[in-house]
């Protein structure tokens, strides 16, 4: 996306890199893209070279008619998968069936359960492991991500820190996350918008059947032909489809935030911003300068209605942007927002001049 460079003054948020790209990167691809394996390969080398106490990483999929390693840091990690593969048993093949991660805080302590894989890590000097499944944009896991160290307690922030993050399935809160390394804030952040973008996109998906009687098969790909015509990410366009289509969204504002990779936050704006305003459409609109990132987009392309204190509201949390030292910039605006910003000349306010007469609603403004 536009704008995904720092602000002047401003620094890289630490909770973000390339590790968390390419986890939230993998939750709005098709699971049949052939980037799906780059991805992964990508994942597992960036945890094992960032992540404290992390020794070796792989991941395990299911392919085929059984388990196999997509990806290794190491062939030691690939023995351990091995061996868990052969019984059809392990945190790595738990984790996939049940979508959700299984630590392993002791593996000395496992007499009786799993032993292979009990088996196979004590043999190698394996004190603890991390199963995490990831998700593309078919909702089903693609892949385990597997962590394993040789210092058991390396792990226990890592492990608390996932489980809260799909417990809730979103970033943790800072508090949360701040007592972990770089690295494992970093994995923590991408999961946690990964799982966010993916209710998301399962969400608007699940409403396109609905709305067309179609399969999950073809809402996935009206989803992303949505996408590509309006030059969105696929979660943009899950935000969009979800406006519009959800039930009772009557008169009043709602903002959906979704991060879509690098230090860029996108927000979708929708309803009616106009008087009389009340404390909380202020406090929702606030809230996208709560997250850690230099850019805020707003997608204003689901705001049916929007007057002179709704334009006053949208110039102020600039003005608190600009201090702050993030950028805001106008993604997407509906007809009613273009009229408003072309009429009183504060196109030029949010760093765009107004859009032609001709551009469609709800197409990016640039």
Same mark, same amino acid.
């Given at each position: 996306?536009?704008?995904?460079?720092?602000?002047?003054?401003?620094?890289?948020?630490?909770?973000?890199?390339?590790?968390?790209?390419?986890? !939230?990167?993998?939750?709005?691809?098709?699971?049949?893209?052939?980037?799906?394996? !780059?991805?992964?390969? %990508?994942?597992?080398?960036?945890?094992?070279?960032?992540?404290? @106490?992390?020794?070796?990483?792989?991941? =395990?999929?299911?392919?085929?008619?059984?388990?196999?390693?997509?990806?290794?840091?190491?062939?030691?990690?690939?023995? !351990?998968?091995?061996?868990?593969?052969? $019984?059809?048993?392990?945190?790595?093949?738990?984790?996939?069936? =049940?979508?959700?991660?299984?630590?392993?805080?002791?593996?000395?302590?496992?007499?009786?359960?799993?032993?292979?894989?009990?088996?196979?890590?004590?043999? *190698?000097?394996?004190?603890?492991?991390?199963?995490?499944?990831?998700?593309?944009?078919?909702?089903?896991?693609?892949?385990? *991500?597997?962590?394993?160290?040789?210092?058991?307690?390396?792990?226990?922030?890592?492990?608390?820190?996932? %489980?809260? !993050?799909?417990?809730?399935?979103?970033?943790?809160?800072?508090?949360?996350?701040?007592?972990?390394?770089?690295?494992?804030?970093?994995?923590?952040?991408? +999961?946690?918008?990964?799982?966010?973008?993916?209710?998301?996109?399962?969400?608007?998906?699940?409403?396109?059947?609905?709305?067309?009687?179609?399969?999950?098969?073809?809402?996935?790909?009206?989803?992303?032909?949505?996408?590509? =015509?309006?030059?969105?990410?696929?979660?943009?366009?899950?935000? %969009?489809?979800?406006?519009?289509?959800?039930?009772?969204?009557?008169? @009043?504002?709602?903002?959906?935030?979704?991060? +879509?990779?690098?230090?860029?936050?996108?927000?979708?704006?929708?309803?009616?911003?106009?008087?009389?305003?009340?404390?909380?459409?202020?406090?929702? +609109?606030?809230?996208?300068?709560?997250?850690?990132?230099?850019?805020?987009?707003?997608?204003?392309?689901?705001?049916?209605?929007?007057?002179?204190?709704?334009?006053?509201?949208?110039?102020?949390?600039? $003005?608190?942007?600009?201090?702050?030292?993030?950028?805001?910039?106008?993604?997407?605006?509906?007809?009613?927002?273009?009229?408003?910003?072309? +009429?009183?000349?504060?196109?030029?306010?949010?760093?765009?001049?107004?859009?032609?007469?001709?551009?469609?609603?709800?197409?990016?403004?640039?």
């Amino acid at each position: 996306m536009s704008g995904s460079g720092t602000t002047p003054g401003s620094s890289p948020d630490p909770s973000w890199g390339p590790l968390a790209d390419d986890l !939230v990167a993998l939750a709005q691809t098709a699971d049949d893209d052939a980037i799906v394996d !780059v991805l992964l390969a %990508r994942i597992t080398a960036r945890a094992a070279e960032v992540v404290a @106490g992390v020794d070796y990483a792989s991941i =395990t999929a299911w392919r085929g008619a059984g388990y196999t390693t997509v990806a290794t840091s190491d062939d030691l990690a690939r023995a !351990v998968d091995d061996a868990q593969h052969a $019984e059809a048993a392990g945190p790595c093949v738990q984790a996939e069936q =049940t979508a959700t991660p299984v630590t392993v805080p002791d593996i000395a302590a496992m007499t009786m359960s799993w032993p292979g894989f009990h088996k196979e890590a004590a043999r *190698l000097g394996l004190q603890a492991s991390v199963s995490v499944p990831l998700f593309a944009g078919g909702g089903g896991p693609v892949g385990v *991500l597997n962590l394993y160290t040789r210092q058991a307690a390396e792990l226990d922030t890592l492990s608390a820190g996932v %489980r809260h !993050v799909f417990a809730v399935e979103r970033a943790p809160a800072r508090d949360f996350a701040a007592d972990g390394d770089a690295g494992t804030r970093q994995l923590l952040h991408g +999961l946690g918008w990964a799982l966010r973008l993916r209710v998301a996109i399962q969400q608007a998906v699940g409403m396109l059947m609905a709305d067309t009687g179609c399969g999950a098969a073809d809402g996935d790909r009206m989803l992303r032909d949505r996408a590509a =015509t309006a030059r969105v990410s696929p979660a943009a366009a899950a935000l %969009r489809v979800i406006d519009e289509m959800e039930p009772g969204s009557g008169p @009043g504002v709602r903002v959906t935030m979704v991060r +879509l990779g690098g230090d860029v936050l996108w927000a979708a704006v929708s309803g009616e911003l106009a008087r009389p305003l009340d404390t909380a459409a202020a406090g929702q +609109l606030t809230m996208v300068l709560d997250e850690p990132v230099s850019v805020v987009e707003l997608d204003l392309s689901g705001l049916r209605f929007c007057d002179a204190a709704g334009l006053r509201l949208l110039l102020d949390l600039r $003005e608190r942007a600009i201090a702050a030292g993030r950028g805001l910039r106008l993604a997407a605006v509906s007809v009613a927002v273009r009229t408003l910003l072309s +009429l009183t000349e504060t196109a030029a306010e949010f760093g765009h001049p107004p859009a032609s007469e001709s551009a469609a609603d709800g197409e990016p403004v640039d």
